[in-house]
Structure formats: C-alpha cells, structure tokens
C-alpha cells in the first residue's frame, strides 16, 4: 500500500512562499495522478491542483498563484504557493488517483475519486 507524506507546511506571514512537498513510499506513485486538497477550519476540503502524467489542473481562484509539479527521480509532488493570504490557511493533504479516469469524465476535483491520502501538513498565513 502507497504512503504518502506532507511536509513544508509553517506559519508564515501573507505574501510568503512555501513549497509543499508530498513524499511517497512507492515508484508507482509516478505512474498516478495526485493531487492537492486543503481543508480550512469550519470548512469542507477543497480541490487544489492535480498533475498527471502530462497535464496540471488548478482550482480556478489559485490559478497563477500555485503551482504543482512532480518529480519523478524523488517520488515527490510539490505544491508551490506564492504569494500567500490569511484565506489560504488550511491543512494540506496528498492525494493518489488509481487511474485517470476522473480527469477524463471531469470529476478530479472530488475527494472520492482519490484512495489514498497523506496526513496532511498545516499552513497558517497570519495578516
């Protein structure tokens, strides 16, 4: 079974950046689509962004300010945030597709779609 692991999640200042980092156990990690979520306090989880093998999917509002890519060599998928706002607080979770179907039919924004998930990595932006 895959293990995924967070990490580069802090407590910075708005206007920050950080690169979130999502580590797995296996080389068949690169094979899978993963993807980011984050959930706020009080609120439900969110869609972030998403990379497969050749294409990256954003939630519209983060457009331009995040950025997801993969390293391969490493296992990793990271999630640069730049320019960073109180709003963006959260916990941030890594998560494995099993197939790409869900970014055919549209549906990756869905935490269903998604079986395998890390632990997550907190980051509070404070004002």
């Known amino acids: 079974q895959v293990q995924l692991v967070e990490s580069g999640g802090g407590l910075v200042q708005a206007g920050a950046t950080l690169r979130l980092a999502c580590a797995a156990s296996e080389r068949t990690f690169n094979s899978f689509p993963v993807a980011w979520f984050r959930r706020a306090p009080g609120k439900e989880r969110e869609f972030v962004a998403a990379?497969?093998?050749?294409?990256?999917f954003y939630a519209e509002p983060l457009k331009g300010r995040f950025t997801i890519s993969r390293d391969t060599a490493k296992n990793t998928v990271y999630l640069r945030m730049n320019s960073l706002k109180p709003e963006d607080t959260a916990v941030y979770y890594c998560?494995?597709?099993?197939?790409?179907?869900?970014?055919?039919?549209?549906?990756?924004?869905?935490?269903?779609?998604?079986?395998?998930w890390g632990q997550g990595t907190q980051v509070t932006v404070s004002s």
């Open positions: 990379v497969t093998w050749s294409n990256t």
């Open positions: 998560a494995l597709a099993l197939t790409a179907q869900a970014f055919s039919r549209n549906t990756y924004y869905s935490p269903t779609e998604y079986p395998y």
